[in-house]
Protein backbone atom coordinates (compact mmCIF):
# COMPACT_ATOMS: atom_id res chain seq x y z
CA UNK A 1 0.00 0.00 0.00
CA UNK A 2 1.40 3.07 -0.34
CA UNK A 3 2.03 5.98 2.09
CA UNK A 4 1.00 8.85 -0.07
CA UNK A 5 -2.90 7.82 -0.26
CA UNK A 6 -2.71 7.38 3.41
CA UNK A 7 -4.35 10.51 5.47
CA UNK A 8 -0.44 10.53 6.89
CA UNK A 9 1.03 10.21 3.71
CA UNK A 10 -0.37 13.00 1.83
CA UNK A 11 0.38 15.22 5.49
CA UNK A 12 3.96 14.25 4.91
CA UNK A 13 3.79 15.24 1.05
CA UNK A 14 2.31 18.49 1.79
CA UNK A 15 4.87 19.50 4.13
CA UNK A 16 7.98 18.41 1.60
CA UNK A 17 5.93 20.41 -1.08
CA UNK A 18 5.64 23.76 1.26
CA UNK A 19 9.10 23.41 2.33
CA UNK A 20 10.55 23.09 -0.93
CA UNK A 21 7.99 26.23 -1.90
CA UNK A 22 9.73 28.29 1.08
CA UNK A 23 13.19 26.78 0.28
CA UNK A 24 12.99 28.70 -3.12
CA UNK A 25 10.83 31.92 -1.78
CA UNK A 26 14.01 32.67 0.88
CA UNK A 27 16.52 32.27 -1.70
CA UNK A 28 14.58 34.57 -4.19
CA UNK A 29 14.82 37.30 -1.01
CA UNK A 30 18.39 37.24 -0.36
CA UNK A 31 19.21 37.68 -3.98
CA UNK A 32 21.09 41.13 -4.47
CA UNK A 33 18.31 42.81 -6.25
CA UNK A 34 18.94 45.36 -9.55
CA UNK A 35 16.77 48.41 -10.23
CA UNK A 36 17.42 50.16 -13.40
CA UNK A 37 16.94 53.69 -13.48
CA UNK A 38 14.66 54.18 -16.35
CA UNK A 39 14.01 57.23 -17.68
CA UNK A 40 16.12 59.16 -15.86
CA UNK A 41 19.53 56.98 -16.22
CA UNK A 42 19.20 55.15 -19.71
CA UNK A 43 22.71 54.51 -19.65
CA UNK A 44 22.40 51.32 -17.46
CA UNK A 45 19.18 50.47 -19.60
CA UNK A 46 20.31 46.55 -21.02
CA UNK A 47 18.02 45.80 -24.06
CA UNK A 48 18.64 41.85 -25.58
CA UNK A 49 19.69 41.88 -28.92
CA UNK A 50 16.83 39.48 -29.36
CA UNK A 51 14.05 41.72 -28.70
CA UNK A 52 11.60 43.00 -31.34
CA UNK A 53 10.87 46.35 -31.39
CA UNK A 54 10.30 48.52 -34.22
CA UNK A 55 9.88 46.81 -37.74
CA UNK A 56 12.67 48.49 -39.54
CA UNK A 57 13.83 48.23 -43.71
CA UNK A 58 17.49 48.60 -43.81
CA UNK A 59 18.97 50.59 -46.82
CA UNK A 60 22.56 51.45 -48.72
CA UNK A 61 23.89 54.64 -48.87
CA UNK A 62 22.13 55.48 -52.35
CA UNK A 63 18.85 55.00 -50.50
CA UNK A 64 18.21 51.84 -51.90
CA UNK A 65 17.01 48.60 -50.12
CA UNK A 66 16.44 44.79 -50.64
CA UNK A 67 12.87 44.44 -51.38
CA UNK A 68 11.55 42.86 -54.41
CA UNK A 69 7.80 43.72 -53.83
CA UNK A 70 6.62 40.19 -53.59
CA UNK A 71 4.40 40.47 -50.88
CA UNK A 72 5.12 37.71 -49.04
CA UNK A 73 5.22 39.44 -45.56
CA UNK A 74 2.03 41.28 -46.63
CA UNK A 75 0.02 37.97 -46.99
CA UNK A 76 2.09 36.39 -44.05
CA UNK A 77 1.14 38.65 -41.33
CA UNK A 78 -1.51 37.47 -39.12
CA UNK A 79 -3.57 40.49 -38.29
CA UNK A 80 -2.57 42.71 -41.70
CA UNK A 81 -0.41 45.41 -40.61
CA UNK A 82 2.11 45.40 -43.54
CA UNK A 83 0.42 47.00 -46.77
CA UNK A 84 2.52 46.98 -49.97
CA UNK A 85 1.93 48.82 -53.21
CA UNK A 86 3.94 47.68 -55.95
CA UNK A 87 4.20 49.25 -59.54
CA UNK A 88 4.88 47.66 -62.62
CA UNK A 89 8.31 48.56 -64.53
CA UNK A 90 9.61 48.18 -67.50
CA UNK A 91 13.11 47.51 -68.59
CA UNK A 92 13.85 49.48 -71.54
CA UNK A 93 17.41 47.38 -72.29
CA UNK A 94 15.31 43.90 -72.04
CA UNK A 95 11.79 44.45 -72.46
CA UNK A 96 10.95 42.61 -69.59
CA UNK A 97 8.31 44.07 -66.80
CA UNK A 98 9.06 43.57 -63.28
CA UNK A 99 7.15 45.06 -59.98
CA UNK A 100 8.83 47.56 -57.72
CA UNK A 101 7.91 48.75 -53.95
CA UNK A 102 6.09 51.93 -54.37
CA UNK A 103 5.53 52.08 -50.85
CA UNK A 104 5.35 49.63 -47.75
CA UNK A 105 3.24 50.78 -44.52
CA UNK A 106 3.62 49.42 -41.20
CA UNK A 107 0.79 49.53 -38.38
CA UNK A 108 3.25 49.30 -35.09
CA UNK A 109 0.30 49.88 -32.67
CA UNK A 110 -1.45 46.46 -34.45
CA UNK A 111 1.57 44.29 -34.52
CA UNK A 112 2.22 41.53 -32.94
CA UNK A 113 6.06 40.90 -33.27
CA UNK A 114 5.63 37.46 -34.22
CA UNK A 115 8.41 37.82 -37.05
CA UNK A 116 6.62 36.25 -39.21
CA UNK A 117 7.31 39.14 -41.86
CA UNK A 118 11.06 38.66 -41.30
CA UNK A 119 11.75 35.07 -41.32
CA UNK A 120 9.37 34.66 -44.62
CA UNK A 121 11.31 37.51 -46.76
CA UNK A 122 13.63 35.52 -49.05
CA UNK A 123 15.86 38.86 -49.80
CA UNK A 124 16.46 40.11 -45.88
CA UNK A 125 14.95 43.06 -46.75
CA UNK A 126 12.85 43.85 -43.04
CA UNK A 127 14.45 43.15 -39.60
CA UNK A 128 13.41 44.09 -36.18
CA UNK A 129 15.22 46.70 -34.24
CA UNK A 130 15.80 47.87 -30.92
CA UNK A 131 14.16 51.20 -30.70
CA UNK A 132 11.57 50.56 -28.59
CA UNK A 133 9.99 53.89 -27.36
CA UNK A 134 7.48 54.56 -29.11
CA UNK A 135 4.69 56.47 -27.19
CA UNK A 136 2.40 58.46 -28.90
CA UNK A 137 -0.88 60.52 -28.29
CA UNK A 138 -2.45 59.53 -31.99
CA UNK A 139 -2.44 56.36 -32.95
CA UNK A 140 -2.17 57.24 -36.57
CA UNK A 141 1.68 58.36 -35.97
CA UNK A 142 2.01 54.53 -35.39
CA UNK A 143 1.51 53.72 -39.31
CA UNK A 144 5.09 54.01 -40.59
CA UNK A 145 6.24 54.01 -43.93
CA UNK A 146 9.66 52.06 -44.32
CA UNK A 147 10.54 52.57 -47.99
CA UNK A 148 11.99 56.09 -48.22
Not at 17 to 33: D, N, Q
Not at 53 to 67: I, Q, R, Y
Request: a positive charge; charged letters at 25%; aromatic letters at 6%.
Amino acid sequence: METRNTYIGNIIHAAKSLLTGMRVTLREFFTRKITEQYPENRSTLHIPSRHRATLVMPHDADGNNKCIACGLCQQTCPNGTISITTKTVTDEETGKSRKVLAEYHYDLGACMFCQLCVNICPKGAIEFSNEFENAVFDRKKLIIKLNR
